[in-house]
């Protein structure tokens, strides 16, 4: 039997009347459990499409548990994208009318009598990669699952509450509830992200862990309710997804104190590398690392200057492709390792933009991170435009002249001056909470 599985359903038992959901009322571990049971979903594979709500990871553990392959929709991918990741699938949904032509199946079609919930031998999930064109690749995930499932155990003296903002059909929502879940803690469950909403739950579910982007994590110590809200509950606030501006991480640790980490992984590698607040302590060189790679992985920077992994938390393979097994696999990001190991990311491979006559190759999210040290700039992104940078930036009283003037005194080089900075009130993100800049260029 999948040893996730088992841990799973000992969890809902073990629970009993404790608070598991916390999302328009309260969900005991054993009320989840009663609704596992009625879940009756049908399918070779099904098609997880639903907001955040506690019935999205049950539906889930409802089709792996009758064995079926379980596909996460994301909830950020393009319609076209979508449908084509699902096609032949069963999908579950709460939006039926996005799904024109498939077999789609609402919540209270999958209501029935309460049946066994006998664990098969493996669980199967796909998620699918972020592609913006053609068909997207369906990534296939299985022994990572066993994995959280000897990582997350219950720690009885002190059960946490956890906040979930990130969508459950994306592989950082899916592993939190779930991990919660494992640990026999509660969820508080946001359905998308507002950082008002965010300090408001902090101090009125006295939450102790929670995971954010660096978007998400700005908005939060800009918001103005920020210096009235009790924080002393947070224990563990982690940070991923995209490279972390060190001004940035300094300040949520000035904010929140020494519990903040940060975390990388790619949906095909989850867990790649993590680093401590205790290891920033008295190091404010590392506030640009994402840190030591975890055990279990391995990784090496290419002759392009790569990053590359291989090891316990990567995918079992694309579908329809070959098993990875103990091959190395690209990430796409750029990165550099210091003397003792720390990982530092530069920027993604497809957003270094080759600029000028002489066609200086130039890292984004550097130019990025040097804007944002200007102390008008709250946030900034910075794309190619041709063979020259554009940047869009939330600032107050600043002009483009003096942004400009700032990033040539940063870097002392032309070509990492923007050629065009325009003010905006926010920056786009897409449902996962990065900075969308598809959006930004178009």
Sequence with gaps: MSFFLTKVL?????????????????????????RLRRLNTTGKTVAVDLRNRPETVLVQLAALLRGATVL?????????????????????????????GADTRTLDDLDGDPAPLDPPDAVHLLFPTGGTTGTPKLIRHSG??????????????????????????HMTGNATVLGTLLKRDTVVIHDGFDAGAVLDAIQHHRIDTLSLTPPRLAAVLDHPKRKNTDLSSVRSLSLGAAPLPPHRL????????????????????????????????GRPELLGSVGRIVPGMEARI?????????????????????????????????????????LYLLDRADDVVVV????????????????ETHPAVRSAAVFGRGDVLHA???????????????A???????????????FVDALPLTDVGKVDKRALSS
């Design 10 to 34: 000992a969890a809902l038992e073990d629970g009993g009347d404790r608070p598991l959901f916390i999302h328009d009322g309260v969900t005991t571990y054993h009320q989840a459990r009663d």
């Design 356 to 371: 000028g006559e002489h066609g200086t190759k130039v890292a984004t999210t550097v130019v990025e991170h040097a804007l």
């Design 302 to 342: 290419t002759e392009c200057g790569e990053v590359e992994v291989r090891g316990l938390s990567m995918m079992d393979g694309y579908l329809g492709g070959p098993d990875v097994g103990a091959g190395w696999l690209r990430t796409g990001d750029l990165g550099r390792f210091d003397d003792d190991g720390y």
């Design 392 to 406: 869009v930036v939330v600032a107050g009283k600043v002009t483009e002249d003096e942004l400009k003037a700032h």
């Design 250 to 281: 300094a300040q949520a640790l000035d904010v929140f104190g020494p519990v903040v980490g940060q975390g990388y992984g790619l949906t095909e590698a989850p867990m790649i590398a993590s680093i401590s607040a205790g290891e920033l302590i």
């Design 408 to 422: 040539r005194a940063t870097f002392g080089q032309e070509h990492y001056v923007p050629a065009k900075v325009d």
């Design 144 to 169: 990572i699952y066993d994995g959280m499932a000897h990582i997350f155990t219950p720690n009885p003296e002190e059960p946490s509450r956890t906040l979930l903002v990130a969508p459950m059909t």
């Design 72 to 100: 996460m929709v994301p909830a950020s991918a393009p319609t076209r994208d979508r449908l084509a990741a699902a096609a032949g699938a069963t999908v579950v949904t709460d939006r039926p009318h996005d799904w024109p």
